[in-house]
């Protein structure tokens, strides 16, 4: 292959990557076995949970952001109940 489109196809997978990792509301609410409903209710009630942006009208959520959240919520249920300690 040669080494121009070798660069592009890296790039090309780079990119893949990294979008993988967004989501709209619908893949996100299927990621955390919720629904959409409870995926907007707890973005209203839990001033900690990922809020995401409006790309183009359409809310996507980083899911890494998502991940991070759910570990803090563990660890927090975790301590209140003294495991780890």
């Known amino acids: 292959m040669n080494p121009i489109a070798e660069n592009k196809t890296l790039k ?3 990119f893949k990557a990294r979008a993988a990792r967004f989501a ?3 893949p996100t609410a299927e990621y ?3 629904s959409r409903w409870t995926i907007y209710k707890t973005m209203r009630v839990d001033p900690t949970f990922p ?4 790309v183009g009208g359409v809310r996507m959520f980083d899911l890494d952001a998502i991940d991070a959240w759910l570990a803090a919520k563990a660890a927090a249920q975790q301590a209140e109940r003294g495991y780890g300690q």
Do not use: F, T, W
């Open 51 to 54: 809020r995401g942006a409006k």
């Open 12 to 14: 090309e997978s780079a």
């Open 24 to 26: 709209r509301v619908e």
């Open 32 to 34: 955390l076995d919720l």
